[in-house]
């Protein structure tokens, strides 16, 4: 019952102006995923990066299952399995970036160029529904709760990974 899985991964490709590089770059992500990418908008204006508020500037898609491990697996390849210990939340999440998609075996295409993107990745275990449902729902009881030693654990123990400690 408290076997650690994950919930979800979220793939981010934050291209920072909106137009033709950010239309490539969810065709990249729809390459990658088989599924349609939604855009993010910039919160408020900022004139020293040119975005205005409202301007689509990234797009990101929600992956579950097991295609998400299967993605995951091909990140962690790029990554050679080793993480920070900072790329780990207190929550038992962790995310990390690739700064080149065709490390995950994506043909390069001249027109497309070459995007990085940001993996985070979503822990659960069984009976988080509970926190989340509409009818009866309750907390989960903090034994229950994925904390950081917790996912660094099921990352080592899963992907044979390895964290380094933090550069601070």
């Not at 709760?145 to 660094?152: A, G, L």
Request: net charge positive; aromatic share 8%; proline share 2%.
């Amino acid at each position: 019952m408290r076997d650690i899985k994950v919930d979800k991964l979220i793939l981010n490709c934050s291209v920072g102006e909106s137009g033709d590089r950010l239309t490539r770059a969810a065709r990249v992500l729809e390459q990658l995923t088989g599924q349609q990418p939604v855009y993010s908008k910039a919160r408020y204006t900022l004139r020293g990066f040119g975005i205005r508020r409202n301007e689509k500037i990234a797009v990101h898609v929600t992956v579950r299952g097991e295609k998400a491990m299967e993605i995951l697996e091909r990140g962690l390849k790029v990554k050679e399995y080793e993480l920070l210990a900072k790329n780990f939340s207190n929550t038992g999440n962790f995310g990390f970036g690739i700064n080149e998609h065709i490390d995950l075996g994506i043909k390069y295409d001249p027109t497309t160029g070459i995007y990085g993107m940001d993996f985070f990745v979503c822990l659960t275990r069984p009976g988080a529904r509970v926190a989340r449902r509409k009818t009866r729902n309750s907390r989960v009881g903090f034994r229950h709760k994925i904390k950081r030693e917790d996912s660094v654990q099921w990352f080592q123990d899963r992907f044979e990974g390895v964290v380094l400690a933090s550069e601070e």
